[in-house]
């Protein structure tokens, strides 16, 4: 299975901490997606960053991305209990038709008010 | 609104019996696609379309057909569900830029 790895799967922070949630993935891309998923609702999308970019960002939100370690990270800054969600970050591979998006597993984030 | 409608929110049948999930999209995007979610399995691909009357196999197609007649139109039908196919199951649309997807709300089927 070509599906990346996210790590953690599950994380705990107090409101204000920062959180990075960790995605791997296993060949090359043509770009990285990043998504989030409030309890049983649907995705919403909220980064995309191609693979030759190395950062972007968006508000709190801050990606990298690393094609040499086939990784990309999203950092979420001064964290708020409405950030609690689901992250998943999805890949378009290079060499497959774009629209064949393949999601990790999701990392579980928990804000403590 | 710039949205993307899945009906029906939610839906229990019986096992073989044929049943079709509607997806619309009112943005004109040209790539749609169907994914299902369960637990521990994350989502994986169904099927996908690049555009009308282009469709293509994702990950996991067995047991489920697509057709893209119209642009803004994307069902998923199940032939003959069975209960493996229980699941929650969404659309998503994405244009040509490649922006990312806009997800619906999700269907959640149940196959008894």
């Known amino acids: 299975s070509q599906q990346g790895e996210e790590d953690p799967q599950a994380l705990s922070i107090q409101e204000g901490e920062n959180a990075t949630m960790n995605c791997s993935y296993k060949?090359?891309?043509?770009?990285l997606q990043w998504y989030r998923q409030n309890s049983g609702r649907g995705l919403v999308h909220l980064i995309l960053?191609?693979?030759?970019?190395r950062e972007k960002h968006s508000g709190r939100l801050r990606v990298t991305l690393d094609t040499s370690k086939k990784s990309s990270s999203l950092l979420i800054t001064a964290s708020r209990a409405a950030d609690t969600a689901s992250y998943f970050c999805?890949?378009?591979?290079?060499?497959?038709?774009?629209?064949?998006?393949?999601f990790g597993q999701g990392t579980i984030l928990t804000v403590h008010p | 609104e710039a949205q993307v409608t899945q009906n029906p929110r939610y839906l229990i049948t019986v096992t073989g019996k044929k049943l079709t999930v509607t997806c619309s999209q009112n943005?004109?995007?040209?790539?749609m696609s169907w994914y299902r979610q369960d637990p521990g399995l994350g989502l994986r691909q169904i099927y996908y379309?690049?555009?009308?009357?282009?469709?293509d196999k994702g990950d996991v197609p067995e047991g489920y057909k697509v057709s893209r007649k119209e642009k803004r139109n994307f069902p998923l039908i199940l032939e003959s569900p069975s209960p493996n196919q229980t699941s929650l199951y969404f659309c998503?649309?994405?244009?040509?830029?490649?922006?990312?997807?806009?997800f619906g709300s999700g269907t959640r089927l149940t196959v008894v």
């Open positions: 998503a649309s994405s244009n040509l830029q490649g922006s990312g997807y806009t």
């Open positions: 060949t090359s891309i043509n770009n």
């Open positions: 960053i191609r693979s030759n970019e």
């Open positions: 999805a890949t378009d591979y290079r060499g497959t038709s774009y629209g064949k998006l393949t």
């Open positions: 943005m004109n995007h040209e790539y």
């Open positions: 379309s690049m555009n009308v009357e282009v469709t």
